[in-house]
């Protein structure tokens, strides 16, 4: 087949102990999914889950020992770090009930959901889609992908972000409203799920700003971390 233009090459995200890299199909988030991050924003309970989505170019591929670089996004004087576990789905369906979640899913990375708080913010108010400050350039930052068998305890894992050496955020995965078997669940009721799929399951407590010239490490115990220039 021809093209008016060269296509865009695959997007895709180098796996540990792999020579091959795993292509990624869609970028799916879950937006309040930690109780005590869902306070800070000025809500309680355990609501439904709610997805949004990313296009997959918005991801920022950082292998494996390197620090990438997140220029600071246009139009926004506010962005703020969302550190994140994404689940990388290996084996696609639709209706998955969360007992057999599991076998769906290829491995888990460490990722950033990155968000122009202060558009988003302006949005809800308004009462529009909210893409403006969630869904921009470079706006999801990811580290390398270790396999589900060598992933070890990921459902309890500590999890946490560091802002030029400091602590921003620190919780466990244990702490997800809805955890990664259930999100699965939920999800591809929704949507028919495909291998290639990468599903942010959510932030904890801890939201802030970051600017030009700071570095963010993200970490999930037995994952390799996560780290970010922004520049």
Request: glycine share 10%; aromatic share 8%.
């Amino acid at each position: 087949m021809d093209y008016l233009f060269s296509p865009q090459a695959p997007i895709a995200v180098p796996v540990n102990g792999e020579s091959l890299s795993f292509p990624v199909h869609r970028i799916y988030c879950v937006g309040r999914n930690y109780e005590d991050h869902a306070k800070e924003m000025g809500f309680t309970g355990r609501e439904p889950p709610f997805f949004f989505l990313k296009p997959a170019d918005t991801l920022v591929v950082v292998p494996k020992g390197q620090t990438g670089a997140m220029p600071y996004p246009s139009l926004t004087t506010n962005l703020h770090h969302e550190i994140e576990l994404v689940v990388a789905i290996g084996k696609g369906g639709k209706n998955i009930q969360a007992a057999d979640a599991a076998k769906h899913i290829f491995g888990y990375a460490v990722g950033l959901d990155m968000t122009r708080r202060d558009l988003q913010n302006d949005m809800k108010k308004q009462g529009r889609p909210w893409c403006i400050g969630k869904a921009f350039d470079h706006s999801a930052p990811i580290g390398p992908i270790t396999p589900l068998a060598q992933a070890g305890d990921v459902n309890n894992a500590e999890i946490g972000l560091q802002v030029n050496g400091a602590d921003r955020q620190r919780s466990n995965v244990a702490k997800l409203i809805w955890n990664v078997a259930e999100t699965i669940e939920h999800l591809s009721a929704a949507w028919e799920l495909q291998a290639g799929d990468l599903i942010y399951t959510g932030t904890p407590e801890g939201v802030a700003a970051v600017v030009q010239g700071d570095t963010l490490v993200g970490t999930v115990a037995g994952l390799d971390d996560l780290s970010v220039h922004i520049t």
